[in-house]
């Protein structure tokens, strides 16, 4: 079963904000929110993840709600090059495989 | 920077042929493993390794086998290749915990 819902795909002007969303509603008190997003014809590149408190790194920042049950990965300003498909995974720890779901699809626009 | 190093980009083999997978991480990471991605299935662990000489079943091993002699070379072998084997393969390692996993940028195997 999914562990995760997230928007199939979303639409950002270049410059903006990307904000994107993920409900979590049944995550566990030990486990984290990882965010992954894929180029096309690419691995999967690590963004950022966190427990309970918000996180921020030089790529994005992320917003845990504080019954966390969902959270937003946030890209302050998008570029052309921000356009992939965005990963929400919810993991009590990385030994063992991760779950990636269908994500959402960021398209950037000029 | 961790890197995460696939050795082929694109590779074609025919039928039958063993297949060999490298992958090599340069940050000393514990756990290493080896997915494959195919529309609309998604990512699948096939098998990983928390230490040298030590390997775990994923959801896929059924066709697959690995070697990992190294810490920092994990090797996914093809023992007859089938064309249910064509697909896109990716390799990531971690270190214990909860750090995250990183990825290559993946092998795409052609089985003729």
């Known amino acids: 079963d999914a562990k995760t819902t997230q928007p199939p795909s979303m639409d950002c002007a270049e410059g903006r904000a990307a904000n994107l969303p993920c409900n979590h509603s049944?995550?566990?008190?030990?486990?984290?929110v990882y965010w992954y997003r894929q180029i096309h014809s690419q691995g999967p590149q690590y963004i950022i993840h966190g427990l309970k408190n918000n996180e921020t790194n030089e790529m994005a920042s992320l917003i845990i709600t504080e019954d966390r049950k969902s959270s937003t990965l946030i890209l302050p300003h998008a570029t052309l090059r921000d356009t992939a498909v965005y990963y929400c995974?919810?993991?009590?720890?990385?030994?063992?495989?991760?779950?990636f779901g269908t994500g959402t699809r960021l398209q950037v626009t000029l | 920077d961790v890197k995460v190093t696939q050795s082929s980009r694109y590779l074609v083999k025919r039928t039958g042929e063993k297949v060999f997978l490298e992958c090599v991480q340069d940050?000393?990471?514990?756990?290493m493993f080896w997915y494959r991605q195919d529309p609309g299935l998604g990512l699948r662990l096939i098998y990983f390794s928390y230490d040298v000489k030590m390997k775990e079943k994923g959801d896929i091993p059924e066709g697959y086998s690995v070697s990992r002699e190294k810490k920092e070379r994990f090797s996914l072998i093809l023992e007859s290749a089938s064309t249910n084997q064509t697909s896109m393969y990716l390799c990531a390692s971690s270190l214990n915990g909860v750090q995250p996993q990183h990825f290559g940028d993946g092998t795409r195997l052609s089985i003729l």
């Open positions: 995974i919810v993991e009590a720890g990385t030994a063992s495989k991760l779950t």
């Open positions: 049944t995550i566990s008190g030990n486990e984290y």
């Open positions: 940050m000393d990471h514990e756990n």
